[in-house]
């Protein structure tokens, strides 16, 4: 048998685990004797993840929500029959799904694609944000490099999970792939426990039995992982938790009835925890500020608020403001869902149920404290200089 390689910087990204969910779960304490809270960025995985892998922060990466009021750049146009279709057909999950993927297949996009609960109506007004795969090179919107462009650029080799797969394949491709010694960085992405968490909450049993199962199958990784590298930096980190919902907002509704005409008057965004508008005729701002004034579950986000959360978008591309509810409140209906959830995620980021997890089994120099710093954690533990021109490392 020849001499094992030498280190592997193995980096596992779990989809929601927050820290509220683990810092009273034990959770592999006997190789990860680092554990603490890590601080997340404003919105949903679709601005948490560009993050992590470019280390900067949405205003920069220019990823936030999926859909965006933007007509003329709508790749929309062309499913403009689908308004047609009656709703008892399209508010069924299954049928949204079929009609999603056959959606994307006339895109020709590479990365992840839902049309959510979105009505088919108000399509053509919206662009979609996540294009390209963001494992992929020219991934990120704002065309910076992610780690995994930039081990590419360097020749380190490195195992990055197709998220495509299900979960236990995942790990599975990874473990394949052990016996060559040839990867230096593995970047795994797990992500079924958001499910979970969505379904049935934080406190569910079926949270502790997911959880094991983790526990369980990630043992078994690194074993395998030790019978082929001398050394592994461990690091297992999220990019949000979840927030229990304590009831349902139908904002929607109260917006409806002010009588504006949507795509005329003004254009939303209805995600799960937020609504985001763009108005299209000086009058909606004043009648729709006024209504938003009568919810009392949620506030306008100041545009010092937003610059604060790194989310103070050039063009105010995400919309010219964002109203967000109180932790716990579910916007629905949405165009998200038009059912209601046990949990979510994407409430105001300081929170802290929205609060990351992150654990590891050593110290590192710089230790992170919000998701921006994983990127330069990675370079730590891979020991490359970002300043040190890549032809030099290559
Ligand atoms: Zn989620």
Request: aromatic residues 12%; negative net charge.
């Amino acid at each position: 048998m020849p001499a094992k390689a030498g280190k592997l910087s193995l980096f596992i990204f779990i989809d929601a685990l927050g820290w509220e969910i683990m810092r009273d779960r034990p959770f592999l304490n006997d190789v990860l004797t680092v554990k603490r809270p890590l601080d997340t960025v404003f919105g949903y995985s679709s601005s948490c993840d560009p993050t992590i892998l470019t280390g900067k922060m949405p205003q920069v990466h220019g990823h936030f929500s999926f859909f965006l009021y933007d007509p003329p750049r709508s790749p929309f146009g062309h499913v403009r029959w689908l308004r047609h279709l009656p709703k008892s057909v399209t508010s069924r999950g299954r049928v949204r799904g079929w009609i999603s993927r056959a959606v994307e297949k006339t895109l020709d996009y590479t990365g992840y694609f839902q049309l959510y609960n979105m009505p088919f109506e108000h399509l053509p007004l919206f662009d979609y944000s996540e294009k390209r795969d963001l494992y992929k090179p020219g991934g990120i919107n704002g065309g910076q490099e992610t780690v995994f462009d930039e081990l590419i650029a360097r020749n380190i080799p490195f195992h990055a999970t197709n998220w495509r797969l299900p979960e236990p394949m995942r790990l599975e491709a990874f473990e394949a792939e052990l016996p060559k010694r040839e990867m230096r960085m593995a970047y795994l992405f797990l992500s079924d426990i958001d499910g979970v968490l969505h379904r049935v909450g934080t406190q569910h049993a079926e949270v502790d039995e997911k959880l094991a199962w983790y526990e369980r199958r990630l043992t078994e990784t690194l074993n395998h992982a030790y019978d082929h590298y001398d050394e592994i930096d461990l690091c297992v980190f999220s990019d949000h938790g979840m927030t229990d919902t304590v009831e349902d907002c139908d904002l929607m509704s109260r917006i409806d009835a002010l009588g504006l005409t949507f795509g005329e008057d003004y254009a939303a965004v209805y995600d799960s925890t937020m609504a985001r508008f763009w108005f299209l005729r000086d009058s909606a701002r004043d009648k729709i500020e006024r209504a938003l004034a009568q919810e009392t579950r949620g506030r306008i986000l100041t545009p010092d608020q937003l610059e604060a959360y790194g989310c103070n978008f050039p063009g105010q591309r995400y919309g010219e403001l964002y109203f967000l509810l109180d932790p716990g409140v579910l916007l629905c209906p949405s165009f998200m869902s038009s059912r209601t959830l046990a949990g979510m995620h994407g409430f105001d980021p300081h929170h802290k149920d929205s609060i990351a997890t992150f654990m590891s089994n050593r110290s590192f120099e710089a230790m992170p404290a919000r998701l921006d710093d994983l990127r330069g954690l990675m370079e730590e533990s891979l020991a490359l200089n970002p300043s040190e021109p890549v032809s030099a490392g290559a």
